[in-house]
């Protein structure tokens, strides 16, 4: 698959299309954050868009696009690349896989199901986006066996994707009924994998109607180990979220360090000025919110100022 993109040029925002977008899951939270970032730092990066019977088309970019829309601007910066029909699909997945995941799973599952639509098989998806077969299946899978009313409560923020998850063990219907449950009693994936255990192993309708209307209750009992007081708690998954992204970084900026050991000639580092201006500009903002200590990252807003999403 070869990706051919132009020189970055403003584009009116009204001019850039978003059907593409039925695979992404615009949660209001993450727009909000992005909103905040460009309202602060501008437009870093741009979008992605591809041409689309005489129009264009986002390819990535969605939450930007929003953020910029909800902000009043007219216009976006953007690149655009010239791909097929199955290359667009493959495309917004590959570059949302660098670094930490910017996909939830259902919006992987969503774009491959559409790779399906496209004409290829699992196996020949797997070959493109040079992931193993298994990891194509387990996500398409996803997709046919989740309801789909909880698939768009993933989209609009309002269950997690691993509640979701956990919840493909029981029949669609019985989703429906365990995620209300859930999102009642505010539960996160670990306790929901209890609960379907708990309704997979009852005895009687009785017992499936006590732990749908008290799940806490029915947990402390039968699971009193796992209930730990808040403090004990795990991080939350905006903390856990931080954790993953700061190993990511440590270990990306050991590499780098090793690698400017030896700098690239000078006319080289001039053809990237670009991108180390970029990426000097992220460092700085990443710096200040961290703090001497750390403790500005505990504001939780420290990927509010990433443009790139």
Request: hydrophobic fraction near 40%.
């Amino acid at each position: 698959m070869t990706t051919l993109f132009g020189t970055p040029r403003s584009e009116p925002l009204e001019s850039i299309a978003t059907s593409l977008g039925r695979v992404r899951c615009p949660q209001p939270q993450r727009i909000e954050r992005i909103r905040q970032s460009l309202q602060q730092h501008g437009q870093l990066s741009a979008v992605i868009v591809v041409r689309r019977q005489q129009r264009l088309e986002l390819l990535d970019g969605f939450k930007r696009r929003r953020a910029a829309e909800l902000l009043g601007w007219t216009t976006l910066l953007v690149a655009e690349a010239e791909l097929d029909e199955s290359a667009q699909w493959a495309t917004m997945l590959l570059v949302n896989q660098c670094g930490a995941p910017a996909l939830l799973e259902v919006e992987e599952a969503l774009i491959l199901r559409e790779l399906v639509g496209s004409g290829l098989t699992q196996v020949q998806i797997a070959a493109l986006l040079e992931r193993h077969k298994s990891w194509v299946s387990r996500r398409i899978g996803l997709i046919e066996r989740l309801h789909p009313e909880l698939i768009e409560a993933i989209k609009l923020g309002l269950l997690h994707p691993g509640v979701a998850r956990r919840l493909l063990a029981l029949p669609p219907g019985n989703q429906l009924l365990m995620a209300a449950a859930v999102q009642h009693a505010g539960l996160g994936p670990r306790d929901t994998e209890l609960m379907v255990s708990l309704w997979q192993k009852a005895s009687s309708e009785a017992s499936r109607r006590e732990l749908l209307a008290d799940p806490r209750s029915v947990l402390s009992r039968r699971y009193p180990e796992t209930q730990r007081p808040p403090a004990m708690r795990t991080l939350s998954p905006t903390a856990q979220r931080l954790q993953r992204l700061l190993g990511v970084l440590v270990g990306t900026g050991s590499r780098m360090i090793s690698l400017l050991a030896t700098p690239p000639a000078p006319e080289e580092t001039t053809r990237l000025w670009r991108e180390l201006r970029t990426a000097r500009r992220t460092l700085r903002t990443l710096l200040d919110l961290l703090g001497p200590d750390g403790s500005g990252a505990s504001s939780g807003t420290g990927d509010a100022r990433s443009a790139t999403v």
